[in-house]
C-alpha cells in the first residue's frame, strides 16, 4: 500500500528558500505521477505542481511559475519541490499526492489523485 510522507516545512522570511520533500513507502514511485498542492487558511486546495513517472515532464501553477522547481529522485522514492523567493502568500501546508494516471504530460493541475500525505506547514513571515 503506498504512503506518501512530507517533510522540510518551517518558518522563512519572505525572499528565502525551502526545500520539502515527499518519501514515499509500499510501491515504486516511478510508478506513478506526484503532485504537490497547498492549502492557507481560510482557502481552498489548490495545486501547484506536478511531475510525471521519469521526471520528464513538471508543471506549475502561475502563481509559483518561476520560482518554485519539481523533481523526484526515483532511487531515493522521493519528490523534492524547491521554493524560492518566497512570499507571504505561499504560506500553506503543502501536501504530495500520487496518482497512477499518467495526467502531468497533459499539463493538467487538479485531478483525483489516488494517495495524499498528511502535509507539511510552511510559513513566509517576517
Known amino acids: 500500500q503506498l504512503q506518501l510522507v512530507e517533510s522540510g516545512g518551517g518558518l522563512v522570511q519572505p525572499g528565502g528558500s525551502l526545500r520539502v520533500s515527499c518519501l514515499a513507502s509500499?510501491?515504486?514511485?516511478?510508478?506513478?505521477?506526484i503532485g504537490w498542492f497547498r492549502q492557507a487558511p481560510g482557502k481552498g486546495r489548490e495545486g501547484v505542481s506536478c511531475?510525471?513517472?521519469?521526471?520528464?515532464?513538471?508543471n506549475y501553477a502561475d502563481s509559483v511559475k518561476g520560482r518554485f522547481t519539481i523533481s523526484r529522485d526515483n532511487a531515493k522514492n522521493t519528490v523534492y519541490l524547491q521554493m524560492n523567493n518566497l512570499k507571504p502568500e505561499d504560506t500553506a501546508v503543502y501536501y504530495c499526492?500520487?496518482?497512477?494516471?499518467?495526467?502531468?504530460?497533459?499539463?493538467?493541475?487538479?485531478?483525483?489523485?489516488?494517495?495524499w500525505g498528511k502535509g507539511t506547514l510552511v510559513t513566509i513571515s517576517s
Open positions: 499526492a500520487a496518482s497512477a494516471v499518467n495526467y502531468c504530460r497533459r499539463g493538467t493541475l487538479n485531478i483525483g489523485m489516488d494517495v
Open positions: 509500499g510501491a515504486r514511485l516511478d510508478y506513478y505521477n
Open positions: 511531475i510525471s513517472g521519469a521526471g520528464l515532464s513538471t
